[in-house]
């Protein structure tokens, strides 16, 4: 299996994305990676929900990981090209079938 060097493969990301769900209080999520085929062990993905003015929420979600493997470099050069629309877009699919369920 080859592997390109970490130093290389660090994608740091920062999105928001608004939904018109409503959370009952302001939350911090966060979650370490300890096993996954993309990304190498002890990276993080923080969620912190706050609710907007008029109704609805604001996520703000922040990714530090090193990807690891070819897939998860094709993952992260995505992650980073796109500036997180793409995750963002992901996101928004989520929460929408989050409401409708």
Not at 48 to 55: I, N, Q
Not at 85 to 92: G, I, K, V
């Given at each position: 299996?080859?592997?390109?060097?970490?130093r290389?493969s660090?994608?740091?990301?920062?999105?928001?994305?608004?939904?018109?769900?409503?959370?009952?209080?302001?939350?911090?999520?966060?979650?370490?990676?300890?096993?996954?085929?993309?990304?190498?062990?002890?990276?993080?993905?923080r969620?912190?929900?706050?609710?907007?003015?008029?109704?609805g929420?604001?996520l703000?979600?922040?990714?530090?990981?090193?990807?690891?493997?070819?897939?998860?470099?094709?993952?992260?050069?995505?992650?980073?090209?796109?500036?997180?629309?793409f995750?963002?877009?992901?996101?928004r699919r989520?929460?929408?079938?989050?409401?409708?369920?």
């Amino acid at each position: 299996m080859h592997t390109c060097p970490s130093r290389s493969s660090a994608a740091e990301v920062t999105y928001i994305v608004e939904t018109d769900l409503t959370p009952k209080e302001e939350a911090v999520i966060t979650a370490t990676v300890e096993e996954a085929n993309a990304a190498q062990v002890g990276g993080t993905w923080r969620m912190e929900v706050r609710p907007r003015s008029g109704g609805g929420s604001i996520l703000t979600i922040t990714m530090n990981r090193r990807a690891k493997g070819f897939l998860g470099h094709i993952i992260h050069t995505i992650f980073q090209v796109t500036n997180g629309r793409f995750l963002a877009a992901r996101t928004r699919r989520m929460l929408a079938n989050i409401k409708e369920g």
